[in-house]
């Protein structure tokens, strides 16, 4: 049972270009979400992340973006780099749980 | 100074042989993880340790036993390996387990079955 989904396994955008990696999520208890970024043979590292009670968390050049009613979020990139390539990770967490639930990842390449 | 640092990258072994991993911090933090990812990519939590106090025990065969000889240091011992077990093991730490969303990675224990 896949509660924090991502479906697109992979997604290649233009150096410049906006980047738009999309999480959807079927558990209405999550409160908390977040983004890891993953280089291969690397573990995850902490991204970004977003309260349930906001709608947009800006930092530098990532966003998330919150849609509670349609349980979906997404990261925003802008201007893509070629070191932005990466697996990207949505998690979530519910309130009164710890551990956030990973999404399988979506794998961003960024052509120079 | 590797925050979260894990021995051994990669680790190749026969059917039931028994094997561990080992994971120290030197962040200071009082929680620490250990996580599978398997074929379909899922990172899935498997222990959790606060203060060398195992709090989290997900649904994982008694062939895992994690031990946590003090703060800084959480192992996994894996008996009578299967092929099923092929996977990448992380380790992660975290300040305390309320900030455990903020959690330090290393960089994975690569395991193959045989």
């Known amino acids: 049972d896949q509660q924090v989904k991502q479906n697109s396994p992979s997604l290649s955008v233009q150096e410049g270009r906006i980047s738009i990696l999309n999480c959807d999520y079927t558990?209405?208890?999550?409160?908390?979400f977040l983004w890891y970024k993953k280089y291969p043979a690397e573990g995850p590292t902490f991204l970004i992340s977003i309260s349930s009670i906001k709608d947009k968390n800006e930092d530098g050049r990532f966003t998330v973006f919150l849609n509670k009613s349609a349980k979906h979020l997404s990261l925003h990139i802008v201007p893509s780099q070629p070191g932005d390539s990466a697996v990207y990770f949505c998690a979530a967490r519910a309130g009164g749980s710890y551990i956030p639930t990973f999404g399988r990842g979506t794998s961003l390449i960024v052509h120079p | 100074d590797t925050a979260v640092s894990q021995t051994p990258k990669y680790l190749v072994t026969q059917m039931g042989n028994d094997k561990s991993i080992k994971c120290e911090q030197n962040?200071?933090?009082?929680?620490m993880y250990w996580y599978k990812q398997d074929s379909k990519k899922f990172l899935k939590i498997m222990f959790s340790?606060?203060?060398?106090?195992?709090?989290i025990n997900e649904t994982v065969p008694n062939r895992f036993s994690p031990k946590s000889p003090d703060k800084a240091h959480l192992n996994l011992h894996i008996n009578s390996l299967e092929l099923g077990d092929s996977a990448v093991y992380f380790c992660?730490?975290?300040?305390?387990?309320?900030?455990?969303?903020?959690?330090?990675f290393g960089p994975g224990t690569r395991l193959t079955v045989l």
């Open positions: 558990n209405s208890m999550f409160d908390y």
């Open positions: 340790y606060n203060n060398k106090e195992l709090i």
């Open positions: 992660a730490s975290s300040q305390d387990i309320g900030l455990a969303v903020e959690q330090f």
């Open positions: 962040l200071g933090h009082d929680t």
